[in-house]
C-alpha cells in the first residue's frame, strides 16, 4: 500500500472534525423542525452555497454525456436516503448513538466489495475492520436497551450506511470527466427535488419562523458539512481506494461521541474509551503502510 499524502490527511482530518462535530445539531434542529422540513432546509443552503462557490471559482456545471444515470443513483443513495434516514434514526435513538449506526459503512463497504466486486482484503486491512468493528461494537454496547426498544432507530440507522456504501462504489467506479464540485452539487439537487416534495406533501410549509439555533444549526448544516463536507469527501472517495477511504470515516462517530462530552457534557464510559483508542490503532492500519524490511 502506497503512503498516504499529507494533504490527504489533512483533508481527512477536517471532514472529520467537520462531520463529527455537526451531529449534535441534528437534535436541536429537529427539536422544532420535522424531518423533511430540515433537510430541505439544509438542502437549499448547501445548493446555494456551492452555487455561489463555483460561481466564484468559475467552475462548469456540465454534467459529462451518459452521466445522469449514474449521478441519480448516487444521489439517491448519498444524499436522498442519507438525509432521511440519518435524521429519522435520530428521532428514534440519541444522535451519537445514530451516528455509530450510520458509520458502519466502512463494514457495508467491505462486505460489498468481496462478494460483488471480488475485491481481495490484505491481512492489514482485515485487521483494521476488525479493529474498526470492535470500536463500533464498544459504542454500541451501552445502547443496546435503547436499540432493542427502538427498532425503527437501529434500522433507518443501518440503512443509511448501506446506502452511503453503495452510493461510494458508485461514484468511485464511475469516471466523471471535468467534473469537481458539480458532482456533488448535481447530487444535492437531484436529493432535493423529492424532499422538498415531501416536505410539501407530509409537513406543509412552516408556519412560524424556527428559533434562532434552530436556524443557525440548519443553514450551517447546509453550507458546511453537507455542502463542502460532502465535497470533500468525494475527493477523498476518488483519491483513495474504495475501502480504506471507507474505513478512514469510521473516525467520525468518535468525534460525536466526543463532541457530545464537551458540549452537551455527556458521561464518557471506558467502552467509549477503548472505542477511541481502537480508532486511532485502525485508522493507523488502513492509512499508514507498512515499512519494508531491509
Known sequence: MQRVPLK???LLAALTLVWGTNWPLFSIALSELPVATFRTGVLSSAIVSLGLLMRLRGDSFAVPKGRWPHLLLASMMNITIWNIATSLAVLHIPSGHASVLAYTMPLWVALLGFVVFRQPLTGRLLAALAIGAAAVAAL???????YASAPLGLFWGLSAGLCWAIGTFVV???AWPGMGLSLTF????LAWLPIAAGMAVVDGWPR????????VATLYTGAVPMALGTAAWFALVKLLPT??????????????VISGVLLLHEPLSALQAVAIGSTVISLWLALVPRRSVG
Open 8 to 10: 490527504v490527511l489533512a
Open 140 to 146: 454500541m454496547i451501552p445502547n443496546f436497551r435503547s
Open 186 to 189: 448535481w447530487q444535492i439537487v
Open 208 to 215: 412560524t419562523m424556527p428559533s434562532t439555533a434552530v436556524l
Open 172 to 174: 468511485k467506479r464511475t
Open 243 to 256: 475501502q480504506v477511504a471507507a474505513l478512514s470515516s469510521i473516525a467520525i462517530p468518535i468525534v460525536a
